[in-house]
């Protein structure tokens, strides 16, 4: 199975748009994990509660279709993105869950967060957005800004959960590129649908096959989980559909300001603290996406008639 060329890192729509379209999934995604946290704390396990997540974000897609009268039909090579998509979902939920059961959150984030820079760099391989070495040196900034919010952990961290929260960011690299692809002849809302249904066919079966279903108790808990569904269906269709004002590329490494913005919710409404190594670690991370976003010059003469090297 190979990766599809890069033909959506031109996007035709506006940057400001797409910029607000990727801060409201953030926020949404940021969220989720606290939402679903009151469902864990009521009895469910994380297995069950990440299969419901994921049926209640595809069972509101549905109905979002069938309220905007879209077909839910697409075609065949739409679907076998959107087959890909889910299954890269799917494997990213996976990794990323059993690698906390073995490194600590503050570790396994940042690695799963290395997963723009995997981006950027496939679709500069298959003739997508340029990365250049400022860009570059940027990710990595916000990526150890990330770092230094989350908080350094001590001790010996275990390969496997490394292992696993790697193959989480290899796999959501995968999940972005596929799930731009399928956009390109199917709406925001048909794609997510499609790649959403997979994943949840594919976490079902694992939680049967493991025999590890444990539902919440309690109407606080199962508003958690409706909660988390709601998060991850808004963030998905504000996250994707920004692909098409500012590209795949800048809409991910835009993202990263998703645990910042799981920090800072808890600072707000969990009366959480920040030190002053993760208050630089917030400010590291505004300025390497704000220089991201600024415009690069190019002070090679001649390129810009050429339109690049």
């Known amino acids: 199975m190979a990766l599809p060329a890069d033909r959506t ?13 990727v801060l409201a999934s953030a926020a949404s995604l940021a969220a989720a994990p606290t939402a679903a946290k009151l469902a864990l704390d009521s009895g469910g396990n ?7 997540r994921s049926a209640i974000g595809a069972a509101l897609m549905g109905l ?3 309220g905007s009268r879209q077909r839910f039909g697409v075609g065949r090579a739409t679907l076998m993105r959107c087959l890909y998509a889910g299954l890269f979902y799917a494997v990213t939920t996976y990794g990323f869950i059993g690698s906390v059961a073995y ?5 396994a984030v940042p690695i799963l967060f290395t997963h723009p820079i995997i981006v950027a760099v496939l679709s500069h391989w298959r003739g997508g957005e340029r990365l250049t070495r400022r860009k570059l040196a940027l990710a990595l900034a916000a990526l150890a800004g990330i770092a230094l ?21 290899a796999a959501a690299s995968g999940m972005i590129l596929f799930a731009a692809r399928a956009q390109e002849a199917a709406t925001n809302t048909q794609a997510n649908f499609h790649m959403t249904a997979v994943a949840v066919a594919a976490l079902v079966a694992a939680t049967v096959a493991g025999d590890a279903w444990s539902f919440p108790s309690g109407a606080v808990g199962w508003l958690g989980l409706a909660g988390a569904g709601v998060g991850i269906t808004v963030g998905f269709l504000a996250f994707f559909a920004a ?13 990263t300001v998703e645990p910042l913005f799981s920090t800072l ?4 409404v969990l009366d959480e603290r920040l030190g002053p190594w993760q208050w630089s670690g917030v400010v590291l991370v505004v300025v390497a996406l704000g220089l991201f976003e600024a415009p690069e010059r190019d002070r090679r003469p001649g390129n810009a008639a050429r339109g690049g090297p």
């Open 9 to 21: 890192s031109q996007a035709t729509g506006r940057p400001l748009i797409g910029i607000a379209l």
């Open 46 to 52: 994380t297995l069950t509660v990440v299969a419901l």
């Open 64 to 66: 979002l279709l069938a």
């Open 103 to 107: 490194i600590p959150v503050s570790v």
């Open 149 to 169: 919010v989350l908080g350094p952990e001590s001790g010996n961290l275990d390969p496997v959960g490394i292992g696993l929260a790697a193959l989480a960011a």
């Open 243 to 255: 692909f098409r004002h500012i590209g795949p590329v800048r809409a991910t490494m835009l993202g």
């Open 265 to 268: 919710f808890a600072v707000a």
